[in-house]
């Protein structure tokens, strides 16, 4: 399938970017209990894995440090500054630059047992999301599994009174619309997923409580910090792109509102999952 979008990534490749990453990554997984809900049997070796936008690779190593064994990780994101600087050889991943509106490379169709993405469909504009989507499963070899977790920002999400969070969802659905990107993939990657012949399909929401919601002390800072530094880089996208119902005040001061919102009340990620089995025949 031919893809012609090119992307770069609208919140920077700064480390402070890579440390927001890495917090709403620990959120959502102290939450869930795993790193992976796709029932992947690890129990054999050399199995082939592939995060796409991987960033600095978090996953795949707690990935790796859950399920063990001996196997091939392969990251790829379009920001290449995520990348570590000296990989560490013991992690065993190997770090690529990808877009994934561009075609992946020669021989990586139908090689990987797993196919993991998350948070990545906000940078494809909607004309370019449908064949992006069938490249990437492409990659899946047969008996093999895909995974993709996305932002819930749903009307229902997005106007929730109790979510101390709301406004940023909010802020985050309107800057897909601003930049043509389709804020609610979910109503169509089932649909995809069942015309590519993919099977044991499941599909789940997941609400994660963030600030005054979680019981660990720890947690409760990491995650309203993570979601308050999410609120400062979504205002900052929102400023370049321009949109109308978001004035520059009112985008500067979000963080504030957020972080007293989070801690007094608490908020929550939202988070919208889809997992499938390529068949074997």
Do not use: C
């Not at 499963?137 to 932002?151: A, C, D, R």
């Not at 619309?177 to 997941?206: C, N, T």
């Amino acid at each position: 399938m031919a893809v012609k979008q090119s992307n770069k990534y609208i919140l920077g490749g700064s480390s402070e970017e890579l440390d927001r990453i890495h917090g709403i990554h620990e959120t959502i997984v102290s939450h869930i209990g795993t790193v992976l809900l796709a029932p992947v049997d690890f129990s054999s070796s050399g199995l082939r894995v592939l995060d796409s936008g991987t960033a600095g690779g978090r996953w795949l190593r707690d990935l790796r440090e859950e399920k063990g064994g001996e196997h091939e990780f392969i990251g790829t994101d379009i920001t290449e500054s995520f990348f570590p600087q000296e990989p560490k050889p013991e992690d065993g991943i190997t770090y690529k630059t990808q877009d994934i509106t561009q075609p992946w490379p020669q021989g990586w169709d139908q090689s990987f047992d797993l196919v993991h993405q998350r948070f990545v469909l906000g940078g494809i504009r909607q004309p370019f999301l449908k064949d992006a989507i069938g490249n990437l499963m492409n990659l899946v070899k047969p008996g093999g599994w895909i995974l993709l977790m996305e932002s819930d920002v749903s009307e229902r999400v997005v106007n929730g009174e109790q979510d101390g969070a709301a406004e940023v969802w909010r802020l985050l659905r309107h800057l897909y619309m601003a930049m043509g990107v389709e804020p609610d993939p979910d109503k169509y990657l089932r649909d995809w997923f069942e015309e590519a012949g993919l099977v044991d399909i499941h599909e789940q929401r997941i609400f994660v409580p963030v600030g005054a919601g979680r019981s660990d002390p720890e947690m409760r800072d990491r995650s309203l910090r993570s979601v308050v530094v999410t609120a400062q880089h979504l205002a900052m996208g929102a400023k370049q792109v321009g949109i109308p119902s978001f004035p520059a005040d009112e985008l500067d001061a979000l963080p504030g509102r957020v972080q007293t919102a989070l801690e007094k009340k608490g908020g929550g990620l939202h988070v919208y999952a889809i997992w499938a089995r390529r068949s074997l025949r």
